[in-house]
């Protein structure tokens, strides 16, 4: 069975620094995996994913990360946080086999606050 | 590029009622996963339907059950509602290969 863990509740960055969100996968085969963030009573936004490919991936408003096969882990960066950035963070996984294209497996989320 | 649309955004029934949620896909995306969230389980599957029949299902009693029409809009249902059944319920539109999902923004459902 696949399962996400984002051992971090809440992290706590001062603008300007950089941002890390963890994120660490157990899955069968191939991980697919993903970046969504949350806004307060919004749906998921996407930011990124890895399919394939380059282990550093980039995607939306400056975010990053990079997928470590070894560590079992795909952490999310940004080099410098804006208190915009304040929002919760999922991290979910798919394994590879056809019959859960449709089956996400999310992280508890990590709640980011950046500070002026 | 229209989004995914979720019907209606908030909602509050009574016990022991029935409600029925609406999610209408990105045209031309042929899966649709329902979702809830709430804060003590966090995100959790409920189900998956592609051209028109399920393919994949969470463990969730059977009082949850979905469709999905033809021209992919996708509506779930809760019966017999239990005050555990408040969430966020999102729904998630993709073509179907499992390589992205666009979320809609969740129907806020409260149960009194």
């Known amino acids: 069975a696949q399962s996400v863990a984002q051992p971090e509740d809440q992290v706590n960055v001062a603008e300007g620094n950089p941002l890390t969100v963890k994120c660490t996968y157990s899955v069968s085969g191939n991980p697919y995996l993903f970046w969504y963030v949350q806004y307060p009573n919004r749906g998921l936004q996407f930011l990124l994913k890895y399919i394939t490919g380059d282990n550093l991936v980039k995607g939306s408003y400056g975010f990053e990360a990079e997928f470590n096969k070894s560590q079992t882990s795909f952490h999310l960066k940004k080099p410098s946080a804006l208190v915009s950035d304040s929002a919760l963070y999922f991290c979910?996984?798919?394994?590879?086999?056809?019959?859960?294209?449709?089956?996400?497996?999310f992280g508890a989320g990590t709640q980011v606050v950046v500070t002026p | 590029k229209a989004g995914v649309t979720q019907t209606p955004r908030y909602l509050i029934k009574t016990r022991g009622q029935q409600v029925t949620l609406s999610c209408s896909p990105i045209?031309?995306?042929?899966?649709v996963s329902w979702y809830q969230q709430t804060p003590g389980q966090g995100l959790q599957f409920l189900f998956e339907y592609f051209s028109e029949t399920q393919r994949n299902k969470g463990n969730f009693p059977g009082r949850f059950s979905g469709r999905q029409f033809s021209n992919s809009r996708s509506e779930m249902n809760v019966s017999t509602l239990e005050l555990g059944d408040s969430a966020l319920y999102l729904c998630?539109?993709?073509?179907?290969?499992?390589?992205?999902?666009?979320f809609g923004s969740g129907t806020r459902l409260t149960v009194v």
């Open positions: 045209s031309g995306h042929r899966s």
């Open positions: 979910a996984v798919r394994d590879g086999a056809t019959d859960s294209w449709g089956k996400l497996q």
């Open positions: 998630a539109s993709s073509v179907g290969q499992g390589v992205g999902y666009t």
